[in-house]
C-alpha cells in the first residue's frame, strides 16, 4: 500500500475483532517495526507479543482499574458540559471506554519496550528510550494499517507500570514504550482528523 | 511508494545535496508528517522549517560545537582500538562527522517540537512531548524517503538547547523533538542494517 494512503488513513481503532492474525501478517508487522529510526543503530528495543489468554486478562485487569477513572471522570465532565466537549474527543472517549472492556479481546497486545542504558552502562535517559520506542511504535501501526489490521497507538504503561512490568517480568533496565492492540477492526479505515499544515510551521524560527 | 519498501530502505542520509527541494514536496513531507499519531489527538507539535542560509549557519554552528567533541572522542577511541569498533559504527560516525561539517549545506533542516503542556495548563510531561515528536518525525522521514529525499534523525538538539532555543525564538512552552536535515541525497537508497525479529521480540512475557 502506498505510504501516504497509508498515513492518512490510520485512524486510531479502538473497536478490535477477536479473530485471530495469521502469523505471517504479525511477522510482518514486527519486521516492520524493527526497521525504525533509533538512535545510533542501537536498536535497544524489545517487544512483548502478547496472545496468551490469560496475560491478556492480566494486562486488561490492570490497564483498566488504572485507566478507568480517568475516562470515566472525562465523560462526567463531557456529560455535565456537552457543548463543552468537542465531537471528536467525545468519540475518543467512547472508543477509550470501549478498549478498555475489551481490550483482552483484542488477538494480539504489543507492548514495545526499550533498554533504558544507552550506550550501554550510561544512566537511564529518557530520551533514548522514547526516541527508540515511539518512532518503532509509529512503524508498528502504519504497517499493520497497510496490511489492513487495526491498532492504536496507546502509552497505557504510564498509568499501571508496576502492575505491567510484573506481569510481563521485564528486567529493571527494560522500560516499556506503548501498549498496542491488534486486530482486525470492527470498523472502516479512513482519514485521519489532523489540522492543517499550515496552523503548524513556522518558517525559518518559531 | 510501497511503505515496506519506504521503510526497509529508509536509511539514514548524512551526505546530502545543497540542491533545493521543491515546495510541493516538502509540503507532503510536512502533511505526512501532521498525520502520525499523538496523544488524544491534541496534535500539539509545531514544526520550525529552517531554509533561511544564515539560520541554517546560526543551527549548524551550534550543534556542531557540542556534538563535535562527542564524535571526536568516539572517531579517537576507534582509531586507538579499530577492532573494537565494527564497520557499521565507524560508518555512523565518518558520516555524523561529514553532517556536522555540512549541515547548513542541507537546502531544508526541520526541527520537529511540541508544546509541552498536554492536557493544557497541565504540568510538562515528557512523554506527551515525546510521543508527539517522535512518531511526527517519524512519518516525516518515511514520507521523505518514498519522495527521493534523504534525512537523518537526529536529536542533535539535546546537546545544545539554550542555543537552539534561542535561535528558533522558541516560547517557553515549546520543546524541541528532532533536528532533521532534508535534501536530496548524495548516496543510494538501500536496506537498513537491523537485527532479526526474532532476537528482539518475546513472547507473553519478557
Given amino acids: 500500500m502506498d505510504i501516504f494512503e497509508t498515513m492518512q488513513t490510520c485512524r486510531a481503532m479502538?473497536?478490535?475483532?477477536?479473530?485471530?492474525?495469521?502469523d505471517a501478517l504479525l511477522d510482518r508487522v514486527l519486521f516492520a517495526a524493527t526497521r525504525a529510526s533509533n538512535p545510533g543503530?542501537?536498536?535497544?528495543?524489545?517487544?512483548?507479543?502478547?496472545?496468551?489468554?490469560?496475560?491478556?486478562?492480566?494486562?486488561?485487569?490492570?490497564v483498566s482499574d488504572a485507566v478507568?477513572?480517568?475516562?470515566?471522570?472525562?465523560?462526567?465532565?463531557?456529560?455535565?458540559e456537552p457543548d463543552a466537549v468537542d465531537p471528536m474527543n467525545q468519540?475518543?472517549?467512547?472508543?477509550?471506554?470501549?478498549?478498555?472492556?475489551?481490550?483482552?479481546?483484542?488477538?494480539v497486545i504489543v507492548v514495545?519496550?526499550?533498554?533504558?542504558?544507552?550506550?550501554p552502562g550510561a544512566p537511564p535517559q529518557l530520551e533514548y528510550v522514547y526516541s527508540t520506542v515511539y518512532p518503532a511504535s509509529q512503524n508498528l501501526i502504519l504497517a499493520a494499517r497497510a496490511l489492513g489490521l487495526g491498532t492504536v497507538f496507546t502509552t497505557f504503561n504510564l498509568s499501571c507500570e508496576p502492575a505491567?512490568?510484573?506481569?510481563?517480568a521485564l528486567p529493571e533496565d527494560v522500560q516499556m514504550g506503548t501498549v498496542i492492540p491488534l486486530g482486525y477492526p470492527e470498523r472502516d479505515f479512513g482519514?485521519?482528523?489532523?489540522?492543517?499544515?499550515?496552523?503548524?510551521?513556522?518558517?525559518?524560527?518559531w
Same sequence: chains 1, 2.
Fill in 14 to 22: 479502538r473497536y478490535l475483532k477477536p479473530d485471530p492474525i495469521p
Fill in 41 to 62: 543503530n542501537s536498536q535497544r528495543w524489545g517487544f512483548v507479543v502478547v496472545r496468551d489468554a490469560e496475560q491478556k486478562q492480566r494486562i486488561q485487569a490492570a
Fill in 68 to 80: 478507568r477513572s480517568v475516562t470515566e471522570q472525562a465523560a462526567e465532565a463531557a456529560r455535565a
Fill in 91 to 107: 468519540r475518543i472517549l467512547a472508543g477509550a471506554g470501549h478498549l478498555l472492556d475489551h481490550l483482552h479481546l483484542a488477538p
Fill in 112 to 119: 514495545v519496550c526499550a533498554h533504558n542504558d544507552y550506550p
Fill in 164 to 168: 505491567l512490568r510484573e506481569i510481563l
Fill in 191 to 205: 482519514p485521519v482528523t489532523r489540522r492543517p499544515v499550515a496552523e503548524v510551521v513556522h518558517y525559518d524560527r
